[in-house]
């Protein structure tokens, strides 16, 4: 049976500190210590003086040890947030093995992050990784009111009285104490803490933030996911930014344990890497030893508080009780390692400190231990008593809530008049009908007006206006602060777009093709999107991604250029995804998601086609029915509202049947249509335009007057919309026949040979036919 | 008593309304009169040639202007909760000790009381701090507090729009204490009046709301700022010192033992105390979520404190106390609210029922 490496970790503690050396007391600790429980233990307060101590003799101010700054009080506080976030650790383990606590990665042997935490304000936003125990203690500990200890382990017990995550994962996370919460990440947090960095000081340049606001941004995460290109990729942008001496007040902490999971880090990899990158200043404190590491944070923070420019801290730590509850160390490590690692446990060494200087006995260190031990125990008692989660409905609650009525109401809000006629020119809604891409850049130079604090940016996106000319003249107009091109780094894109939101910003970042959107997914999928979840909408990130996307290039730029799989997106919960087809339509579904961002601290992708952009014509040549002209500035489509499109002065009532697709496949469908209805057959058309969430009711009124339903889309096969069309179908009961036309199964080829995998309208028309050739459907319904 | 049954208490200190007609007498027993509490407040009352508490307590009768008057009042309910806590403590000497104090909080004037009972200030200099702020009401009440209900008569959440409401837009009108269930607004006289002409009459268990605390100042709020200025010259001497027993104050701020900064225990006390809402819900929530207490103890004249402390059980589900009807039931199984002033509670804590006349 594997050795309970908590209880050998627990009892090394205790055995090391009986065996330290009582040192000679401190005659003014003494006194005072005697002095104040004469009072409270003995009943015999003479209440005649200090103990010899003058007002301005306050002993605990000292150094804790000659030579260091940290004070033998600030020791004493770090020492107690350290016990508490070992008995945190050791209560998980206990609740676990009786079934009632769900999560057992620890802190254990990094608690001299306290020190890190002591180093800065409780404004200071923190994006923490899970090891991150002590620090989280000792923050609670700056801010009164807070009860650090008891939330996490409601946290550890799932209940849905934790306070931020309300039972859904355990966070660190805190509202209170600006701690947006993290959990098993992978340096996924480290673009958005980025982001945050430069959004303080673009804030300032905006007005959005006072001057004087001097709050740094940290981030910790260890040596092991340091090497994730998420890592990386944020370290990099962070120099990138500083070597332009773009201010960028960005702490980054790596608590070095030398070990991922089982795989050591090579000795000297952090420091070797890191000490001397250009734009990045390197601090190093041993984490074992508190009065090093206080020092070594006390000055990164400063720093950075001072110069605004990025540093690495990197703390020495180690790791005792293993990965995870369940990692046993003993099948990768041998015996002698992992005690000779238990030896070094920076608590023996804190204990050591204070008894070696005479602050504390043995005895009260061991006595303050219990103390933590049995209040920490008891409080686990309570919080497992505690309610958890109990049905569907109230878990998903928070994940993307959405206010129609709301999102009306603010796109109606009308912009200043003046400074869209100043900054338009003639305005848009009294010219005549344009194509997609320049309606797109007024809409966008709408939303610029009309909030202050958004901010356009990506690749491309600023000085050349983007690779379609779709943001041309933006930044000319609004200014380089909030129209900007970004390095090449779809994660840091997408990392600005979440740290500006969480400053209060409203990004609207733009991913340049889809493609290159799935090398970044994750900081949707893991990042954005559960913000609101894990904190039950006390954090929220809004934003409005634009992706160019889809095929249909006339064989131009192969798979990058014309990806087509929505699959990706379609599964995150709480991405509102939008695929305008038309001019008019992609402006009101841009003003909807930027209002629902706005009010209800949405999610939203827009995936806009890039073979519309510059389409003018629908049937024929000249016919400039592709065109469209501006819609009146109040209006919009409220998300998961779908359209039809009939015969001109077609009657209501059944029809044969219903195309059901979007963007590319809605212009090829039409043109089907024309021809189908030129033949006899009562054909309407259906633009989902919203793929996430799905147009169901509107779909469903409609295939309910169709005998036949064809589905046109332009995605994959595999993965498609129309999977979801017909399920969405089934689930309603539709009763008439099926069918569907989609992309194949591939990336899409170079040249002509595009065609031969994408839908192509004969492969419409011919579908078409053969379900109306069916005449066994009846009705619909 | 194995580690596993001790008990953890939480130690509440009352504020200076607690002590009320049913109170005369309780410090003339041989418990109270062996308390070293005690003893030092009749010193310390009789050096300034004033009416100690053991004689305030043995007037023939109840009198408000001699037992509410705030120069009496305070140093009286601090010397009846010291009497208590001192016997509590006499019951368990240090070295058989099978019961536990994890934490002091206090109401309002209680926080004094707190500071002496948890060792961050000297006894008698606690005293004196509790004297000098209670002399300073003497025939200069500065505005009033007033009473309003926030939960029904089940105890659950009754929000009042209108107090709200008159918060924002009445001058001079502040929250004083965040008591529970309790509203208590603090204001100047035509603040008080507007409030009362504004908010409508809700039943607080015997009586109606909103009431008037009688001779009681317009405590925490700014109202206060001359007195906060006037104690920090008048106490620039005391002594602090970290607590030996962890204390968490009126904002909800634990101060633990050995390392709390006495500077800030004094700036606080002295400050922001004075003239900022005292937040009683949030120290006793905080003491209940992070020092897991077995028992919440009321010493002295705590018993009128038991329903607020209550409505905050309950709003937590503290052990699985989710009603006034669970709370009862559970105080009439095994209390875990133990009011020293009713002898039946105060026996499940020292076992000497008898010393205590009952009041």
Redesign the interface.
């Given at each position: 049976m594997a050795v309970n490496r908590a209880g050998v970790v627990d009892q090394n503690f205790i055995r090391a500190v009986q065996g330290m050396e009582r040192a000679e007391r401190r005659a003014d600790v003494d006194s005072?210590?005697r002095?104040?429980?004469a009072?409270?233990?003995?009943?015999?307060?003479?209440?005649?003086?200090?103990g010899g101590?003058g007002?301005d003799s306050?002993w605990?101010a000292n150094p804790v040890r000659e030579g260091w700054a940290l004070t033998?009080?600030?020791a004493?506080?770090l020492f107690?947030s350290q016990i508490e976030s070992r008995h945190l650790d050791l209560t998980a383990r206990a609740l676990k093995a009786r079934d009632q606590c769900f999560y057992t990665i620890g802190s254990s042997g990094h608690e001299g992050n306290a020190a890190v935490a002591a180093a800065l304000r409780p404004d200071d936003p923190a994006f923490l990784h899970y090891r991150s125990g002590a620090f989280f203690q000792q923050r609670a500990?700056q801010v009164?009111?807070?009860?650090?200890?008891?939330d996490v382990l409601l946290g550890l017990a799932a209940s849905a009285?934790e306070p931020i995550a309300g039972g859904r994962h355990k966070v660190f996370g805190s509202l209170a104490l600006n701690i947006p919460p993290q959990t098993s990440t992978i340096a996924s947090h480290l673009p958005k803490a980025l982001g945050m960095a430069l959004a303080i000081e673009r804030g300032k340049r905006l007005g959005l933030l006072p001057e004087s606001d001097d709050r740094i941004v940290v981030c910790t995460f260890g040596d092991a996911s340091l090497n994730h290109s998420t890592a990386q990729g944020a370290i990099n942008a962070a120099r990138w930014h500083a070597h332009q001496g773009i201010d960028c007040p960005l702490l980054f902490v790596c608590e070095d344990n030398g070990i991922g999971i089982s795989v050591p880090t090579p000795d000297g990899w952090v420091a070797a890497t890191w000490q001397e990158a250009p734009g990045l200043a390197y601090v190093a404190g041993d984490g074992l030893y508190l009065p090093d590491v206080a020092d070594a944070a006390e000055a990164a923070a400063r720093w950075v508080r001072q110069y605004r420019r990025p540093c690495l801290l990197h703390v020495r730590t180690v790791r005792l009780l293993g990965h995870a509850g369940s990692d046993v160390e003993s099948t990768y490590r041998s015996p002698e390692d992992i005690a000779a690692t238990e030896a070094r446990d920076p608590l023996i060494q804190t204990a050591q400190l204070l008894v070696s200087g005479g602050w504390?006995s043995p005895e009260e260190v061991l006595s303050l231990y219990e103390e933590i031990r049995?209040?920490i125990t008891?409080?686990g008692?309570?919080a497992i008593?505690?309610?958890r989660l109990t049905d569907a409905a109230t878990v998903i609650a928070p994940l993307a809530p959405l206010h129609p009525d709301r999102v009306a109401a603010e796109v109606a809000r009308p912009a200043d008049p003046a400074a869209r006629a100043a900054l338009h020119g003639n305005l848009p809604e009294r010219d005549g009908p344009r194509h997609l891409a320049v309606q797109i850049n007024r809409a966008l130079l709408d939303l610029l007006i009309k909030y202050p604090e958004m901010i356009l940016f990506g690749e491309d996106t600023g000085k050349k206006g983007g690779v379609y000319n779709v943001t041309n003249g933006l930044q000319k107009k609004i200014g380089k602060d909030r129209v900007f091109d970004t390095l090449l780094d779809e994660q840091t894109i997408l990392g600005l777009g979440l740290g500006a939101a969480a400053a209060g910003q409203l990004p609207v970042p733009e991913i340049q093709y889809l493609a290159y959107f799935h090398n970044a997914c994750d900081q949707i999928r893991g990042e954005a999107c559960s913000l609101q979840y894990f904190s039950q909408g006390q954090f929220r990130n809004p934003m409005v991604v634009r992706v160019q996307g889809f095929a249909y290039q006339k064989g131009f730029g192969g798979h990058f250029h014309n990806d087509n799989s929505v699959a990706a997106l379609r599964d995150i919960p709480g991405l509102i995804l939008a695929a305008p087809a038309r001019p008019d339509d992609a402006v009101k579904m841009l003003r909807t998601c930027v209002a629902a961002a706005k009010v209800d601290g949405a999610v939203c992708m827009i995936v806009e086609p890039i073979a519309l952009y510059m389409t003018r014509d629908l049937y024929a040549p000249g016919d400039e029915k592709w065109a469209a002209t501006y819609p009146a500035p109040e209006e919009h489509i409220p998300v998961g509202r779908a359209r039809i499109y009939d015969a001109e002065g077609a009657e209501a009532g059944a029809a044969d049947l219903l195309i059901v697709s979007w963007a590319n496949g809605l212009w090829m469908s039409l043109r089907v249509a024309a021809e189908l209805r030129e033949k006899g057959v009562r054909c309407r058309v259906m633009d989902l335009r919203w793929l996430n969430p799905l147009p169901v009711e509107d779909l469903l009124a409609a295939a309910r007057g169709a005998a036949r339903v064809l589905v046109v889309d332009e995605c994959r096969r595999t993965g498609g919309m129309a999977e979801a069309i017909f399920a969405a179908l089934v689930d309603g009961r539709y009763a008439g026949s099926m069918a569907r036309v989609a992309g194949a199964d591939v990336y899409i080829p170079l040249g002509a040979a595009a065609n031969l995998v994408l839908v192509q309208e004969e492969d419409i028309r011919a579908a078409a036919l053969t379900l109306l050739a069916d005449q066994g459907a009846g009705e619909g319904t | 008593m194995s580690?596993d049954t001790a008990r953890?208490l939480l130690i509440v200190c009352p504020g200076r309304g607690s002590y009320t007609k049913d109170c005369l007498g309780s410090l003339q027993g041989a418990a109270a009169q062996q308390s070293?509490g005690l003893a030092?407040a009749d010193r310390l009352r009789a050096s300034l040639g004033r009416p100690g508490p053991t004689e305030l307590d043995a007037a023939p009768e109840y009198r408000s202007a001699l037992h509410v008057a705030g120069e009496n009042a305070s140093i009286l309910t601090a010397a009846a909760t010291l009497a208590d806590v001192?016997a509590l403590?006499?019951a368990q000497p240090?070295d058989q000790q099978t019961d536990q104090i994890?934490a002091v909080i206090g109401n309002s004037m209680g926080w004094y009381t707190a500071l002496?009972?948890?060792?961050a200030l000297?006894?008698?200099?606690a005293l004196h701090l509790i004297e000098t702020m209670g002399q300073y009401q003497a025939g200069n009440v500065i505005g009033g507090q007033m009473v309003y209900p926030l939960v029904d008569a089940e105890w659950r959440p009754l929000p009042s729009p209108e107090l709200a409401q008159a918060l924002t837009e009445v001058p001079d009108l502040h929250w004083s204490i965040r008591l529970g269930g309790q509203a208590v607004i603090g204001g100047s006289e035509a603040a008080l009046a507007e409030l009362q002409r504004r908010l409508p009459i809700r039943r607080a268990g015997e009586r109606d709301a909103p009431f008037r605390l009688p001779l009681h100042s317009a405590f925490h709020t700014p109202l206060m700022a001359e007195t906060a200025r006037r104690a920090r010259r008048d106490l620039s001497g005391l002594?602090w010192?970290?607590?030996?027993?962890t204390l968490i104050?009126g904002?909800?701020?634990?101060l633990?033992?050995?390392?709390a900064?006495?500077?800030r225990i004094r700036d606080w006390t002295l400050g922001a105390q004075v003239t900022e809402v005292y937040?009683f819900t949030?120290s006793l929530?905080?003491a209940?979520?992070?020092?897991?207490p077995?028992h919440v103890v009321l010493p002295g004249p705590g018993g009128s404190l038991g329903g607020a402390v209550a409505q905050v059980i309950i709003a937590e589900?503290?052990?699985?106390i989710r009603s006034r009807e669970a709370f009862a039931r559970r105080q009439s199984e095994a209390p875990v609210l133990i009011s020293m002033s009713r002898p039946e509670q105060r026996a499940l804590l020292i076992g000497s029922a008898a010393e205590r006349p009952a009041g």
């Open positions: 005072l210590i002095e104040g429980w009072v409270v233990q003995n009943n015999k307060g003479d209440g005649q003086g200090d101590r007002d306050d605990w033998a009080r600030a004493m506080e107690e500990k009164p009111g807070m009860t650090g200890s008891f009285d504390m049995a209040r008891a409080a008692e309570e008593r505690r309610p | 580690a953890r070293p030092a001192d403590r006499s240090a994890v002496a009972v948890a060792g000297p006894l008698d200099q002594r010192r970290a607590p030996a027993i104050d904002r909800g701020a634990i633990r033992p050995r390392h900064d006495p500077a937040d949030l929530r905080v209940l979520r992070e020092y897991a077995t589900g503290w052990q699985g």
